[in-house]
C-alpha cells in the first residue's frame, strides 16, 4: 500500500514515520526548497510525547529538551495566579521546532522525502492513500470542501524567537498575564529561551521594529523578560496574525484523503496543542490503516479524531479569553483573583483532559 503525505510540516512527517511503521511505503511531498522548520519553539505536551512514543522517537525527543512541570501563570510584577505543583503533573517538552522535525526527519529514508513540490490537485496524485497535511491554508482543503470558509483571524497578533544567550537550567516554563498582553517563555534544553508575546491588533500590522513593540507592550514587566528580549537577536523575531478554522470541518477525510494537522483542525494556539495533536493524527491514522481497508480506516479516523480536536480548539478558543483579551483594569483584577482562588487541581483536571490521551497501539498486521 502506497501513501503520499503532501505537506512536510511537524504533522506530515509524524504521519509519514507512523505509516512506515504499519508497513506502508510513504512519500512526502513538500513544496518548499527543503525541509525544516520556521519558527521557534514548541511545547511537547504529554499527550504528543506518548504519539512520539509510539514511532519510537520520544527519547530522542526528550534528548533535545528537558521535560518540565508547565503551570506557572504570574502577573507582570511577577505574583504567582497559578501555580501547579511538581506532583500529580505531567512534564512538558520545550524544544526548537527546527530539532523536533529533524527528530522526524531522521526516523524517514532519504528518498521518502522530496522538496520543491506543489501539489495542486489530488488528482495529480497517484496513491491509495492521500494524506493532506497542507498546513492551515490547504490547497487540498479547498478543493474537497469547495463551500467551506476556510480560515479566519482570531484577532490577535504574536511575537515568537529564541534567545541567542543561555539562561540557567532553573527557569521554569511559564506566561505571564497582563492588561490586553502576555509573555510565555519555553526554556528549551540547551539553555536558549524560546519566548512568544501576544496581543489584539487588527490583521495585517507590521514594524520595522518588532522587537521594540515587543518592549513596548511588556516594559516593566518582572524578571528576567527584559534579559530575555535584550538576549534576542532583533532580525530572529517572527511576526505572525492568528488564524484558526472556526468553522469545523464536515469530516477529516473524503474518498482516499485524509487531512490532517492544520489543514483538518488549525487553532488557536493557547492550548500549545496544534503541533501535538497534528503528531497524533498521524499516529492515529496509521494505526487504522494497520486495522482495516482504507475507506474503513479513514472513516474511524475521521470519528476518533474529529470530536478530540474541536473539543481542544474550542476549549483552546475559551482560554483565549482571558489572556491577553483582557485589557480593562477591573476585569483585570478580577481575573486574577479568579486565577488565585482556583485551587491547583482543578486547573490540572481541565488539563489532563486533553494531556492524558493514549495513542492506539501501532500494529503491523493489516487485515
Ligand atoms: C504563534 C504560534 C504559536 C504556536 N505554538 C504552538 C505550540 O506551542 N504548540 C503546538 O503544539 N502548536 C503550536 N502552534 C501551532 C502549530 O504551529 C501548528 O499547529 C503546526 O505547526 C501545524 O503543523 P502542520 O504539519 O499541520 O502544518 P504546517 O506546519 O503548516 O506544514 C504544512 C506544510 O505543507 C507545505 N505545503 C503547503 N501546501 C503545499 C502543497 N500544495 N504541496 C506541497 N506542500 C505544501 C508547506 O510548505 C508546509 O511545509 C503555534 C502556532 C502559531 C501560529
Redesign the pocket.
Known sequence: MKAVV???????VAAAVALRAVGWEVAV????PEFG?V?A???V?PN?LRALGALGLADAVRGIGTPRVAGLIRDPRGRALVRVDEAGSDRVVAVH?ADLHRVLRSALPAECLVTG????SVDEVDADLVVA????????RRELFPDHPGPVYAGTT?W?SVTEARFPPDLEIGQTLGAGAEFGV?PLGDGRVCW?AATTAPAGGRADDELGEVRRLVAGWHDPITALLDATPPATVLR?D?HELATPLPAYARGRVAL????AH??T?YL???????IEDGVVLAAMCARHDVPTALAEYDRLRRPRTRAIARASRLVGRFGHRVRHPLVVKARDAAMRAVPTGVGLRGMNRFTGWTPPELSPNRG
Open positions: 503532501v505537506g512536510g510540516g511537524l504533522g506530515g511531498l513538500e513544496r518548499a522548520e519558527g519553539g514548541v511545547g505536551m504528543a521546532r513540490v506543489e501539489v495542486r497535511a497542507d498546513g492551515i491554508r490547504s490547497g487540498l504574536a515568537r519555553l512568544y505572525h492568528i490532517l494537522g492544520d489543514a488549525a487553532m494556539p500549545g496543542q496544534g503541533a501535538c495533536t497534528a
